[in-house]
């Protein structure tokens, strides 16, 4: 499913999705992969709005988003994530991801549980499904 919609998705789409992955994600890391590949599970999944600029601009989703005045996708982030490489990185970590579609940082660490909240990078996020 992500891999069809991955193939699906606009450059307008890969721009939103860099826009989040900027915001939440650790610079350079496997970590901008998986902030993506939990966009994506949210496009996918019935619990959200199904396009990434309704998953990105969505009320109080996505703090940097929705504190930040209007900014500019970084064009590299934009093409490394819509490369072919970038695109099968971001299907590999959603696989990783099983379907999480939600994602909390570094100053949450305490909360994380190490065995059910996966991580991709040591200085990323952790994720976790919505309902924990």
Same mark, same amino acid.
């Given at each position: ?19 989040? %992955?900027?915001?939440?994600?650790? #610079? *350079? +890391?496997?970590? $901008?992969?998986?902030? !993506? ?5 949210? %496009?996918?999944?019935?619990?959200? #709005? *199904? +396009?990434?600029? $309704?998953?990105?601009? !969505? ?74």
């Amino acid at each position: 499913m992500i891999l069809e919609l991955l193939m699906s998705l606009s450059l307008n789409d890969y721009r939103d999705l860099a826009k989040a %992955v900027q915001v939440g994600a650790a #610079p *350079n +890391t496997a970590d $901008e992969y998986c902030v !993506a590949a939990s966009i994506l599970n949210r %496009v996918v999944s019935d619990r959200f #709005p *199904n +396009t990434v600029s $309704e998953v990105v601009y !969505a009320p109080m989703q996505y703090e940097g988003i929705y504190t930040s005045k209007a900014f500019v996708a970084n064009p590299r982030l934009v093409n490394k994530l819509n490369s072919v490489q970038g695109r099968n990185n971001i299907l590999l970590w959603s696989q990783v991801l099983d379907g999480r579609t939600d994602f909390k940082g570094q100053s949450m660490l305490r909360y994380r549980v190490a065995t059910e909240d996966p991580m991709c990078h040591p200085k990323g996020n952790f994720y976790h499904y919505y309902w924990q």
